[in-house]
């Protein structure tokens, strides 16, 4: 049995549950809606105040996709109630970044800037002008959006200039060594 998809997720006060034809879930809460499609194997069932997932039998393709059913409803949950943050940080000389609306420029040290706007149900926030909060309810557009903004100008290992989150570690390497 799956250790992660046996685990019942509890439903908190204010959040609503809801599951419709072919495993159609919709999750509210304070922060807003989710919908979401789920695999049609799964068998989904609101009981009180929780969400159990069980899966039909112990063919290897519903062993892996009862776990992963199971988080992906609790990541659900986890948005509408408190919602989720990525933060990256720009590290470099004249690397900074500038917010205008909902569209992100970002001076990188190429010949021009680049600029990116927000995607649906996802904001940025600009702390200072090198430090960049990504928010929003769902896990999965955060965590993309983040990355494309790393994408950007990834961190590079002898300076450590670049975008990088601000919980990464870079190994740095050491230069060049001149000839004696």
Known sequence: ????GKLP???P???TVDLAEGNMITVKGPKGNLQR???DDMNIAVEQEQVV?????DLKRHKSLHGLTRTLIANMVE???NGYTRTLEINGVGYRAAKAGNKLTLTL????PVEMMDPEGIETILEGNNKITVKGIDKEKVGQFAAEIRTKRPPEPYKGKGIKYSDEIIRRKEGKTGKK
């Open 37 to 39: 499609k789920l695999v």
């Open 109 to 112: 040290g190429y010949s021009h």
């Open 1 to 4: 049995m799956s250790r992660i």
């Open 53 to 57: 997932v069980t899966r039909p039998s």
């Open 9 to 11: 997720i509890a439903i």
């Open 13 to 15: 006060a204010g959040v």
């Open 79 to 81: 948005g509408v109630t």
